[in-house]
Protein backbone atom coordinates (compact mmCIF):
# COMPACT_ATOMS: atom_id res chain seq x y z
CA UNK A 1 0.00 0.00 0.00
CA UNK A 2 1.30 3.58 -0.28
CA UNK A 3 1.79 3.99 3.45
CA UNK A 4 4.05 0.76 3.17
CA UNK A 5 1.89 -1.44 5.37
CA UNK A 6 1.52 -4.78 4.50
CA UNK A 7 -2.40 -5.39 3.36
CA UNK A 8 -2.59 -9.12 4.01
CA UNK A 9 -1.42 -8.66 7.58
CA UNK A 10 -2.29 -5.64 8.59
CA UNK A 11 -5.72 -4.12 8.30
CA UNK A 12 -6.22 -0.23 7.44
CA UNK A 13 -7.56 0.93 10.39
CA UNK A 14 -4.80 -0.96 13.09
CA UNK A 15 -3.90 2.35 14.54
CA UNK A 16 -7.40 2.03 16.30
CA UNK A 17 -6.37 -1.72 17.60
CA UNK A 18 -2.24 -0.42 18.54
CA UNK A 19 -0.89 2.42 20.66
CA UNK A 20 0.73 4.55 16.86
CA UNK A 21 2.44 6.82 19.53
CA UNK A 22 4.21 3.39 20.34
CA UNK A 23 3.92 1.23 16.93
CA UNK A 24 5.49 2.65 13.96
CA UNK A 25 5.48 0.21 10.62
CA UNK A 26 8.37 -1.10 9.61
CA UNK A 27 10.37 -2.33 6.37
CA UNK A 28 8.03 -5.57 6.42
CA UNK A 29 5.03 -3.40 6.53
CA UNK A 30 4.23 -4.46 10.08
CA UNK A 31 3.86 -2.29 13.18
CA UNK A 32 7.05 -2.77 15.01
CA UNK A 33 8.40 -1.04 18.48
CA UNK A 34 11.15 -1.51 21.04
CA UNK A 35 10.16 -3.16 24.32
CA UNK A 36 12.07 -4.01 27.67
CA UNK A 37 11.01 -6.56 30.08
CA UNK A 38 11.69 -8.46 33.16
CA UNK A 39 12.91 -11.72 34.34
CA UNK A 40 11.82 -11.37 37.77
CA UNK A 41 12.81 -14.84 40.21
CA UNK A 42 12.95 -15.40 43.72
CA UNK A 43 14.45 -18.45 45.30
CA UNK A 44 12.04 -18.22 48.29
CA UNK A 45 9.38 -19.76 49.84
CA UNK A 46 9.98 -21.76 46.39
CA UNK A 47 11.82 -21.14 43.09
CA UNK A 48 9.34 -18.97 40.80
CA UNK A 49 9.00 -16.36 38.76
CA UNK A 50 6.85 -13.22 37.58
CA UNK A 51 4.46 -13.97 34.97
CA UNK A 52 0.85 -12.62 33.35
CA UNK A 53 -1.24 -13.88 31.31
CA UNK A 54 -3.18 -12.38 28.52
CA UNK A 55 -5.49 -13.28 25.65
CA UNK A 56 -6.43 -12.93 22.13
CA UNK A 57 -8.28 -9.53 22.14
CA UNK A 58 -10.73 -11.61 19.65
CA UNK A 59 -10.36 -15.30 21.51
CA UNK A 60 -10.48 -15.44 25.11
CA UNK A 61 -9.44 -18.94 24.84
CA UNK A 62 -6.03 -18.35 23.03
CA UNK A 63 -4.23 -16.87 26.03
CA UNK A 64 -0.33 -16.93 27.15
CA UNK A 65 2.08 -16.34 29.72
CA UNK A 66 4.65 -13.78 29.53
CA UNK A 67 7.27 -12.00 31.43
CA UNK A 68 6.11 -7.66 32.78
CA UNK A 69 7.29 -5.11 30.23
CA UNK A 70 6.04 -3.11 27.45
CA UNK A 71 7.07 -0.39 24.94
CA UNK A 72 10.32 2.07 25.58
CA UNK A 73 9.17 5.52 24.90
CA UNK A 74 11.17 7.82 22.80
CA UNK A 75 14.05 8.96 24.98
CA UNK A 76 13.81 6.04 27.27
CA UNK A 77 16.99 3.58 27.71
CA UNK A 78 15.79 -0.29 27.81
CA UNK A 79 17.11 -0.19 31.47
CA UNK A 80 14.48 2.80 32.27
CA UNK A 81 11.86 1.31 30.42
CA UNK A 82 12.20 -1.99 32.63
CA UNK A 83 12.20 -0.72 35.55
CA UNK A 84 9.19 2.07 34.87
CA UNK A 85 7.20 -1.07 33.19
CA UNK A 86 7.86 -3.08 36.26
CA UNK A 87 6.77 -0.14 38.60
CA UNK A 88 3.09 0.28 36.44
CA UNK A 89 2.37 -3.35 35.85
CA UNK A 90 3.29 -4.43 39.05
CA UNK A 91 3.71 -2.02 41.48
CA UNK A 92 7.22 -3.27 42.44
CA UNK A 93 9.40 -0.60 42.57
CA UNK A 94 13.32 -1.23 41.36
CA UNK A 95 16.79 0.70 40.87
CA UNK A 96 18.21 0.41 37.43
CA UNK A 97 21.40 -0.75 38.72
CA UNK A 98 19.09 -3.80 40.58
CA UNK A 99 18.76 -5.73 36.45
CA UNK A 100 21.29 -7.52 35.25
CA UNK A 101 21.70 -8.05 31.26
CA UNK A 102 20.14 -7.79 29.33
CA UNK A 103 20.28 -11.64 29.70
CA UNK A 104 18.04 -11.66 26.20
CA UNK A 105 17.15 -9.83 23.04
CA UNK A 106 14.22 -11.28 21.50
CA UNK A 107 12.47 -10.70 17.57
CA UNK A 108 8.79 -11.74 17.72
CA UNK A 109 6.27 -11.68 15.04
CA UNK A 110 2.75 -12.13 16.77
CA UNK A 111 -1.22 -11.52 16.26
CA UNK A 112 -2.39 -8.92 18.78
CA UNK A 113 -5.98 -7.27 18.34
CA UNK A 114 -5.92 -8.80 14.55
CA UNK A 115 -2.78 -7.14 13.70
CA UNK A 116 0.39 -9.06 12.81
CA UNK A 117 3.04 -7.12 14.47
CA UNK A 118 6.94 -7.15 15.23
CA UNK A 119 8.62 -6.36 18.71
CA UNK A 120 12.29 -6.01 19.34
CA UNK A 121 12.88 -6.66 23.47
CA UNK A 122 15.55 -6.82 25.65
CA UNK A 123 15.02 -8.58 28.39
CA UNK A 124 16.69 -8.31 32.07
CA UNK A 125 16.58 -9.86 34.96
CA UNK A 126 16.14 -9.42 38.88
CA UNK A 127 16.17 -11.89 41.73
CA UNK A 128 13.93 -10.75 44.41
CA UNK A 129 13.65 -11.38 48.29
CA UNK A 130 9.79 -12.40 48.90
CA UNK A 131 9.83 -9.11 51.28
CA UNK A 132 10.42 -6.99 47.89
CA UNK A 133 7.01 -7.94 46.74
CA UNK A 134 4.75 -8.76 50.06
CA UNK A 135 2.92 -5.01 49.66
CA UNK A 136 2.03 -5.37 45.71
CA UNK A 137 0.55 -9.15 46.66
CA UNK A 138 -3.18 -9.67 47.29
CA UNK A 139 -4.71 -12.30 49.38
CA UNK A 140 -5.33 -14.28 46.15
CA UNK A 141 -1.77 -14.50 45.46
CA UNK A 142 -2.71 -11.83 42.59
CA UNK A 143 -0.26 -8.69 42.24
CA UNK A 144 -1.12 -5.70 42.19
CA UNK A 145 -2.66 -4.25 39.06
CA UNK A 146 -3.80 -0.74 39.64
CA UNK A 147 -1.19 0.83 37.02
CA UNK A 148 -2.56 -1.20 34.53
CA UNK A 149 -3.94 0.84 30.87
CA UNK A 150 -7.67 0.64 29.46
CA UNK A 151 -5.93 -2.09 26.82
CA UNK A 152 -4.00 -3.56 29.64
CA UNK A 153 -6.83 -4.46 31.56
CA UNK A 154 -9.18 -6.08 28.45
CA UNK A 155 -6.82 -8.22 27.39
CA UNK A 156 -4.57 -9.36 30.79
CA UNK A 157 -6.23 -11.78 32.56
CA UNK A 158 -3.45 -11.77 36.23
CA UNK A 159 -0.36 -11.24 37.35
CA UNK A 160 1.26 -13.40 39.90
CA UNK A 161 4.36 -15.84 40.80
CA UNK A 162 4.17 -19.12 39.31
CA UNK A 163 6.38 -21.97 40.92
CA UNK A 164 9.26 -22.74 38.22
CA UNK A 165 7.73 -26.69 38.11
CA UNK A 166 3.98 -25.16 37.75
CA UNK A 167 5.98 -23.08 34.74
CA UNK A 168 7.23 -26.22 33.24
CA UNK A 169 4.19 -28.40 33.54
CA UNK A 170 2.09 -25.59 32.22
CA UNK A 171 4.84 -25.42 29.03
CA UNK A 172 4.70 -29.32 28.95
CA UNK A 173 0.90 -29.67 29.12
CA UNK A 174 0.38 -27.06 25.74
CA UNK A 175 0.29 -23.80 27.64
CA UNK A 176 2.20 -21.26 24.97
CA UNK A 177 4.65 -19.17 27.12
CA UNK A 178 7.15 -16.22 25.62
CA UNK A 179 9.36 -16.78 24.99
CA UNK A 180 9.48 -20.88 24.66
CA UNK A 181 12.60 -21.11 25.94
CA UNK A 182 11.49 -19.50 29.37
CA UNK A 183 11.07 -22.33 31.69
CA UNK A 184 14.61 -23.60 31.34
CA UNK A 185 15.85 -20.31 30.95
CA UNK A 186 14.27 -19.06 34.47
CA UNK A 187 16.34 -22.18 35.78
CA UNK A 188 19.39 -21.27 34.53
CA UNK A 189 18.94 -17.44 35.47
CA UNK A 190 18.35 -18.30 39.33
CA UNK A 191 21.59 -20.58 39.14
CA UNK A 192 23.44 -16.79 38.03
CA UNK A 193 23.62 -15.21 34.59
CA UNK A 194 26.71 -16.27 32.56
CA UNK A 195 27.26 -13.32 30.91
CA UNK A 196 25.94 -14.40 27.64
CA UNK A 197 22.55 -12.62 26.23
CA UNK A 198 20.44 -15.02 24.69
CA UNK A 199 19.30 -14.34 20.83
CA UNK A 200 15.75 -15.62 19.98
CA UNK A 201 14.15 -14.91 17.31
CA UNK A 202 10.27 -16.41 17.49
CA UNK A 203 7.50 -15.80 14.44
CA UNK A 204 4.02 -16.86 15.01
Known sequence: ?????????????????????????????????RAARVIALRREPEPAILLVTGHDFGDSDHWWAFTPGGGIMPGEEPREAAVREMREETGVVLAP???????????????????????????????????????????DGEMDRSGWTDLEQEVLDSLRWWRLDELEDAAANGTTVYPEALPGLARELLRGWDGVVREILEED
Do not use: K
Open 1 to 33: TEDGRDPVRVPENWRELLDPTEWRLNAEGLPAR
Open 97 to 139: AELVGPVVRRSSRFVFNLVTARQNEEMFLVVLDPHRTEASEGA
